[in-house]
């Protein structure tokens, strides 16, 4: 079938009656049913309707997302925040058929059990009791994401919005960039008292949620929604004792560097975003030549021409460039029913562009690679630590090409993005351990959970001052993490991709090509495997090992010169 033009695919909403009738179809044949051709092709039919829904859902994000003024997608957006629920617990209902099956070893030696191990996950994460509450979450969510992309930021007599902020808060003149840090914080805190009450409103109804599927707190049932197949909330635990004792303190010595070189007296927080005293490393092509740049790399990288990313960019796929009214931040979504994935970023002209058009391109990689994995779409895609590999070292794969983005600056970039990758991983650990805390105690006070993050910014982040700046020093820099209201306990995922990324890179120094291909491995699995399967049949470590964590703190500050 030939790829059709993202402005062709037109939007239909679902109907969410005909998917039930299907549901209670499906479920009917399973339990009458020992045909595994039958239930096959039962199972198939629903599938193909399964995708249908969230092919729609998708486009409906995007569309609203591309311009957040756009009334009739802001409408529909409303109808799936209601209606997910329902078709998630639908979904599940048919899967635990599926699993109490008279014939489910049958069916497991046919599909392979990772539909099984979803399936229970899934059973134990909805039930129609709380379908209401649900829907509630979703409004929530999406009403924090709308305040963020709404934001209108006054700067030097022009309004911009957060993503066109980021140049002007990494700019090499010091006074520009405390005025531009100073006018994010004075946005945020303005938002502050609503995002705090949506982030309380989110903390009790995920709690009730929680209780009312017989969990002792929202934590229980947040790592079974993340599908954690593999490890505890211990060993998360663990993870972060070993960043405390490996990174912490390469990240000091790297702020401690940063005040030599910029010839401060004290580093102070908006100061934190300039790693060079001239100002970081900015891409020397405009910025409306990432696309054919990103095309060139990956040509070279994969030795394919035309790229993946050549083929979605002159299809419509790509939307990479900042502007008024489209929504905040970065992600790469995949449009089920036609295989194509949709990658979507705010450039602003800052070397974050470059790392942020690889990360995403590399979930549209896997994307691509393991579109015909599995006949089940939970299947499709791993868990989100095996997904977060997929984009994270790409990032390092991609260091031998990225002079076709800095030219001569390029090794500064490298440099810059090694370090940031370390400065991240305390940060991570912080933004999980903060959830941890706060859905353990949901009855905490804005005030008391302001005062978690304070203590925690000096826990893992003991280099910061925030130089008398109310919001900051009041511990409510967290409302900025979109992640901590709409991804509960997603954080730590990128935390783990990152050692296992950081991996790769390493491997990647003496044997390139072996490297590759073991990445390539990791994305043509899709979802059939859990993470530790995942990494052992690819020859890596898990990121939980103390040994491996340091390890990786040994070789990149040898290579940072730290």
Request: charged fraction near 25%; glycine fraction near 4%; aromatic fraction near 14%.
């Amino acid at each position: 079938m030939e790829m059709p033009l993202y402005s062709e695919i037109i939007y239909e909403r679902p109907s969410v009656d005909e998917f039930r009738e299907l549901a209670m179809r499906t479920r009917l044949r399973l339990m009458t049913s020992k045909d595994i051709t039958l239930i096959e092709s039962s199972l198939a039919e629903f599938q193909k309707q399964l995708s249908h829904f969230y092919t729609a859902q998708s486009i409906c994000h995007l569309r609203h997302d591309q311009n957040t003024n756009d009334a009739f997608f802001s409408d529909e957006l409303s109808f799936f925040e209601e209606n997910e629920p329902i078709v998630k617990d639908l979904t599940a209902a048919v899967y635990s058929v599926l699993i109490s099956s008279e014939i489910a070893p049958m069916l497991m030696n046919r599909f392979g059990k990772m539909i099984f191990l979803k399936a229970k996950y899934q059973k134990e994460s909805v039930s129609p009791e709380v379908i209401t509450e649900l829907s509630e979450e979703a409004a929530l969510e999406n009403r924090y994401e709308q305040i963020l992309a709404d934001a209108q930021i006054d700067f030097s007599g022009k309004k911009y919005n957060l993503s066109m902020m980021k140049p002007f808060l990494e700019s090499s003149y010091r006074d520009e960039r405390k005025r531009a840090a100073q006018a994010v914080s004075d946005f945020f805190s303005s938002i502050l008292p609503e995002t705090d009450k949506i982030f309380d409103d989110l903390v009790r109804l995920r709690t009730s949620i929680a209780r009312k599927l017989s969990y002792s707190s929202f934590v229980e049932l947040g790592y079974k929604r993340m599908e954690r197949f593999d490890y505890t909330e211990a060993d998360v635990e663990e993870f972060r004792r070993s960043i405390l004792r490996y990174i912490v303190p390469l990240t000091v010595e790297i702020r401690r560097l940063q005040t030599k070189r910029l010839e401060v007296d004290e580093l102070k927080y908006f100061d934190l975003p300039v790693l060079f005293p001239r100002g970081n490393p900015r891409p020397a092509v405009d910025i409306n030549e990432y696309p054919v740049c990103t095309g060139e790399m990956f040509r070279a990288l994969f030795e394919k021409d035309p790229s993946f990313f050549d083929v979605l960019r002159e299809h419509g796929y790509t939307d990479i460039v900042s502007r008024k009214m489209k929504a905040a931040g970065a992600y790469c979504m995949t449009l089920l029913d036609y295989g194509i994935p949709f990658v979507f970023m705010n450039a602003s002209g800052t070397s974050e562009d470059v790392s942020t058009i690889i990360h995403e391109s590399g979930h549209a990689y896997a994307s691509i690679r393991s579109v015909d994995s599995s006949p089940f779409i939970e299947c499709l895609f791993p868990t989100l630590e095996v997904c977060e590999i997929h984009s994270t070292a790409l990032e390092f794969l991609s260091y031998p090409y990225i002079e076709l983005f800095f030219k001569a600056n390029a090794e500064a970039y490298r440099d810059q993005h090694m370090t940031e990758a370390l400065l991240f991983l305390p940060y991570g650990c912080m933004v999980d351990e903060f959830q941890h805390r706060i859905y353990h105690e949901p009855d905490m006070t804005y005030t008391q959970r302001h005062s978690v993050w304070k203590a925690l910014e000096g826990k893992y982040q003991p280099f910061i001052d925030y130089d008398g700046n109310e919001f900051f020093e009041s511990g409510s820099a967290w409302i900025r993490q979109s992640h901590i209201f709409s991804d509960p306990f997603y954080y730590i995922d990128y935390c783990l991709a990152q050692i296992v990324s950081l991996q790769l890179w390493d491997y990647s120094r003496t044997k390139p090509a072996d490297a590759l291909v073991k990445y390539d491995h990791i994305c043509r699995e899709g979802g059939n495997k859990t993470f530790f399967e995942i990494l052992r049949s690819a020859g890596l470590e898990s990121p939980f090992s103390p040994d491996v964590i340091k390890r990786i703190a040994y070789v990149t500050a040898e290579y940072l010169r730290l």
